[in-house]
């Protein structure tokens, strides 16, 4: 006899038991050991318009997709950022600026103004690149998501259950075998933060006031694919629109070790925080280029 259901519960009390005591009842439960079975507790994990995916420039879409436009990511926040480690990454909570409002992108894929609410990284090991989405068929080392939502919906509860409830801006990095820090200040700031967020729930704030814009440095802000997907940590809600830039930016061979250094609440180290790629199925893939790319192509 075979009992499907039966089955199925247990496979969610398996998969439950190793974490129900030790975790308050409000915190998200999920480790990148089983990918695959977050479905099991969080079902849109399985569903439909999931991300990371593989972007590559001959299989897309080459609309003319207007350019995002950032306001006031080039201007001072009015606090000190909070860096923390929260045992899957490490993130902050986006300060306002000094006009008082965070700052926010529209265009692109977005047909509404997305607030910039936090910002986190996904990284790999010594031993395995580690950024989310693949570009041309490439891992790369580093992933950085600055997390936006709707101005349209209050909380980040209400923007998780509407289709176009989130925007997140994706930067990758390659290392390089230079010792010299690149024209990131804000990201500099950060790489210089994490020797103090070794253990899990640990936090730092470090010194300098620090534009949103200055974690990009010199990107080419021009230059991205836009996507239809998901968040790529539980709940995996399918309300996202990528936008993924396509430079690729460096870090040092000496910083980007930093990331592995973390450690989970566990105490294991905090490595190879990425989620496997996910199927595209018949989503649409759009790549706006720089109208000067356009000229010489
Ligand atoms: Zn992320």
């Not at 299989?59 to 990511?73: A, E, N, Q, R």
């Not at 090991?125 to 709707?150: A, C, F, P, T």
Request: proline share 7%; hydrophobic share 35%; net charge negative.
């Amino acid at each position: 006899m075979h009992f499907p259901a039966i089955e199925d519960f247990y496979k969610r009390l398996l998969f439950l038991l190793p974490f129900a005591t030790e975790f308050p009842s409000d915190d998200r439960r999920f480790s990148y050991d089983a990918p695959m079975q977050w479905q099991y507790i969080y079902p849109h994990c399985g569903g439909s318009d999931q991300s990371p995916i593989s972007l590559n420039a001959h299989k897309v879409i080459p609309i003319g997709l207007p350019p995002l436009h950032f306001g006031l990511y080039d201007e001072p926040f009015d606090d000190l950022l909070i860096l923390r480690n929260n045992g899957h990454t490490v993130e902050f909570s986006v300060p306002t600026t000094v006009y008082g409002e965070r700052p926010y992108i529209t265009g692109g894929l977005l047909g509404d103004f997305y607030e910039a609410m936090a910002v986190h990284f996904h990284w790999g090991s010594s031993q395995q690149k580690g950024s989310e989405h693949l570009l041309n068929g490439r891992r790369y080392d580093l992933e950085m998501h600055i997390v936006h939502r709707n101005t349209k919906y209050q909380s980040d509860e209400e923007a998780r259950n509407q289709t176009d409830g989130l925007a997140v801006l994706a930067v990758l990095f390659k290392v390089v075998r230079s010792n010299y820090l690149h024209y990131q200040p804000g990201l500099n700031e950060i790489l210089g933060s994490l020797l103090h967020l070794s253990d899990f729930n640990s936090s730092y704030t470090p010194a300098a006031f620090l534009t949103l814009g200055s974690l990009l440095g010199n990107l080419d802000r021009g230059n991205f694919y836009a996507y239809q997907g998901s968040l790529t940590t539980p709940p995996c809600s399918p309300v996202v629109l990528w936008h993924v830039f396509a430079e690729v930016l460096p870090i040092s061979h000496l910083e980007l070790p930093k990331f592995w250094q973390l450690r989970d609440r566990r105490g294991r180290p905090l490595i190879n925080n990425f989620r496997p790629l996910q199927s595209i199925k018949r989503r649409q893939v759009f790549q706006r280029r720089s109208p000067e790319e356009y000229f010489w192509t």
